[in-house]
């Protein structure tokens, strides 16, 4: 059996988003799409694929979250001068360099 083919404007009306929205999530690679021409259709499973892996809850098809690497102390410059947050339930450092900016060490 043939499986059915929506256009991104059909995809963007199930999914209540705007067209260009679906355009993007195709070229990013987040939704399978098939160009034919100047357009792109795509296969109703592959939506159902889609929402599958955007679901919120199931820790088997969601991604998992990514490590945030966090920069080591000694990479710091030297004459950035470290503030401690003496709040309760704060617990880490603010380093401010001689701007106005700040690292959170």
Not at 18 to 34: V, Y
Not at 41 to 50: L, M, P, Q, T
Not at 62 to 75: H, L, R, S, W
């Amino acid at each position: 059996m043939i499986e059915k083919f929506l256009t991104t404007e059909q995809v963007a009306n199930i999914l209540q988003m705007h067209p260009f929205t679906i355009l993007k999530f195709i070229r990013e690679g987040k939704l399978k799409g098939l160009k034919l021409g100047r357009v792109y259709r795509i296969k109703e499973s592959d939506v159902h694929e889609f929402l599958e892996s955007r679901m919120t809850g199931s820790r088997t098809t969601a991604q998992k979250p990514k490590k945030i690497q966090v920069e080591n102390e000694k990479t710091v410059k030297p004459e950035i001068q470290s503030e401690k947050k003496n709040s309760a339930n704060t617990h880490f450092d603010l380093k401010k360099d001689d701007g106005e900016h700040y690292f959170i060490i």
